[in-house]
């Protein structure tokens, strides 16, 4: 299963780069991180389970079928 949302197709984004700390001394610079989505199993209407990001679990998207792609 892949690290996307099915309804709103959120996905994995890159970030990171500088502290606070580094940005004052220009010291041991920080690399960049992928930050994943946070998807969890929610209960479809007509039985079954999908993973689906918390924004639309907690806007309810799920519970609508024509959301789903």
Do not use: D
């Not at 996905?11 to 780069?17: A, D």
């Not at 690399?31 to 989505?37: E, T, Y």
């Not at 479809?44 to 806007?59: D, N, Q, Y």
């Amino acid at each position: 299963m892949a690290k996307e949302c099915p309804i709103c197709e959120k996905g994995s984004q890159v970030g990171g780069g500088y502290s606070n700390r580094i940005r004052a001394t220009k010291f041991n610079p920080t690399g960049k991180r992928r930050r994943q989505p946070n998807l969890q199993w929610a209960q479809l209407p007509g039985g079954g389970r999908v993973k689906i990001c918390t924004r639309c679990l907690k806007a309810g998207k799920h519970l609508t079928e024509k959301n789903l792609r």
